[in-house]
């Protein structure tokens, strides 16, 4: 079957670096998502990996290894409006989608 | 705007009882999926549609139906609601965009069914 997994919940300190890591195992790759999602909101789009290597995009960053079937999400310079659940999801077999169940992020001063 | 509207925001009913929850989105996009949310499982798929009168399953169908008759509208019928679909709901479409392929997701629906 298919399967995301990522840590339930992390901590991290207001101006710190935190990596959020997920692994899948799915039949068929076609691209990784990672969602950002506040309370009771919608998830809203951080990055789309297709290809292995680093994307940076400000201060969130997002790294897949196809054959491992890792990525990480990478959030610097950590702002108290970070804490929030943050959703991996994988693409496979051309129109299907899988999410993770979410990391929940608390950002503390 | 560019937007996926949903509605209503927040609904409940009583077991039986048909309801539909409604979706259109204003982006022309081809692919639109609906997606319940219950704590410790995350994003769960019902249904999806890769273009008009095209509707196909996602993880969590059954109780569900959809239709697909024009591209804008995507709405989840639930014919006879149980409680167990008590649950966050969340519709989106999709397309490629400079990002690559991104979801744009309503602004979700609390349904309560007693």
């Known amino acids: 079957g298919q399967n995301i997994d990522q840590p339930t919940e992390m901590t991290a300190t207001e101006g710190a670096i935190v990596q959020i890591n997920c692994t899948y195992q799915?039949?068929?790759?076609?691209?990784l998502f990672w969602y950002q999602q506040h309370a009771g909101e919608a998830p809203t789009f951080l990055s789309y990996?297709?290809?292995?290597g680093l994307e940076e995009k400000g201060r969130f960053s997002s790294f897949l290894s196809r054959s491992k079937g890792y990525s990480y999400l990478l959030l610097k310079e950590l702002q108290m409006k970070d804490s929030a659940s943050y959703l991996c999801?994988?693409?496979?077999?051309?129109?299907?989608?899988?999410f993770g169940t979410g990391t929940r992020l608390q950002v503390f001063p | 705007e560019a937007q996926v509207t949903q509605n209503p925001r927040y609904l409940i009913t009583v077991t039986g009882k048909k309801l539909t929850v409604t979706c259109s989105q204003n982006?022309?996009?081809?692919?639109m999926s609906w997606y319940r949310q219950d704590p410790g499982l995350g994003l769960r798929q019902i249904y999806y549609?890769?273009?008009?009168?095209?509707?196909d399953k996602g993880d969590v169908p059954e109780g569900y139906k959809v239709s697909r008759k024009e591209k804008r509208n995507f709405p989840l019928i639930l014919e006879s609601p149980s409680p167990n679909q008590t649950s966050l709901y969340f519709c989106?479409?999709?397309?490629?965009?400079?990002?690559?392929?991104?979801?744009?997701f309503g602004s979700g629906t609390q349904l309560s069914v007693l």
């Open positions: 989106a479409s999709s397309a490629w965009t400079a990002d690559g392929e991104k979801l744009f």
């Open positions: 799915t039949s068929g790759f076609n691209g």
């Open positions: 990996n297709v290809l292995d």
């Open positions: 999801a994988v693409y496979y077999n051309t129109d299907k989608l899988i």
């Open positions: 982006m022309n996009h081809e692919y």
């Open positions: 549609s890769m273009n008009v009168e095209v509707t």
